[in-house]
């Protein structure tokens, strides 16, 4: 399972002057204050992969558990944020959706790259659940009215409608625009805010993820954790961390 960008950052942001990295890796200790990790493959490369280092936990630091969920718990209202690639023609393919508890909702706001993808954080307006077999299933309007309804099938997919504000309104030429940025909090928003409107592609088989708020408690040694990191003095520190929750192994089923 893998998570999303924004929440480190959000909780990363105005915290220092200092240069913010997101480093995936596995968790090998933790004595209530030093994380021991050891870094994990990752298409952002900013460290190797088997790597060693420690990273210090802080008063304020922000905890987060990550659980595997599936498209059709997602409804209308709902805060969701998504990591996509762009074709040529403009449409938006999802490489992976993560569902917000409602304690995290707002987190990363916007419309904003991330390496070679974007991030797009927002309300859900629409999402339609379609099974493997084309058939639809769970499909759901901005008023929360269930056009169809069809048992859930393993590798899922369908399109999901997300409701966001940004920072900036950037022209594409002839006449359209696009919302891009990161959303500040209300009472800080720039007379250049916008709101835009994405529709997504999610093809079967996307990894769809729920976000919660959590605590030190989730640090346990050989789980897999996702950090914001940055530097105080000569040591790194965090200021929010994603604990990804172990998924129980699957007992291999008796010859009959």
């Known amino acids: 399972m893998t998570v999303c960008a924004a929440v480190v950052v959000a909780a990363a942001q105005g915290f220092a002057a200092e240069p913010v990295t ?3 890796a596995k968790l090998t200790g933790f004595d209530g204050q030093v994380m021991s990790l050891e870094a994990l493959p990752s298409p ?9 280092f420690t990273v210090s936990v802080l008063p304020g630091t922000r905890y987060v558990g990550s659980d595997k969920s599936s498209l059709d718990t997602i409804k209308p209202g709902d805060y969701v944020g998504a990591a996509l690639t762009q074709g040529r023609d403009g449409s938006l393919r999802t490489q992976e959706v993560y569902l917000y508890a409602p304690a995290l909702r707002g987190s990363g706001e916007g419309r904003f790259p991330e390496g070679d993808r974007i991030i797009v954080n927002g309300t859900v307006s629409a999402v339609q659940a379609v099974p493997a077999n084309g ?6 309007s901005a008023d929360g ?3 169809s309804s069809r ?7 369908g399109s999901l409608s997300l409701h966001y504000r940004g920072s900036l309104l950037s022209g ?11 959303a500040a909090p209300p009472g800080y928003a720039s007379p250049l805010a916008c709101e835009g409107d994405a529709v997504l592609n999610v ?8 976000l919660t708020i959590g605590d030190a408690s989730l640090l346990v040694p050989g789980s897999t954790v996702t950090v914001a990191m940055t530097k105080d003095g000569d040591k790194n520190v965090t200021p929010g961390i994603v604990v990804e929750k ?6 291999p089923q008796s010859p009959p």
């Open 22 to 24: 997101r480093v995936k």
């Open 44 to 52: 952002s490369g900013v460290m190797k992969a088997g790597e060693s």
């Open 135 to 140: 058939a639809p299933a769970n499909t759901r």
């Open 145 to 147: 009215k269930q056009i």
């Open 151 to 157: 048992p859930n099938a393993n590798g899922q997919g």
């Open 172 to 182: 594409l030429g002839l006449g359209k625009t696009l919302c891009e940025g990161r």
């Open 203 to 210: 093809p079967p088989g996307t990894e769809v993820s729920l």
């Open 246 to 251: 172990p998924q129980p192994l699957e007992k």
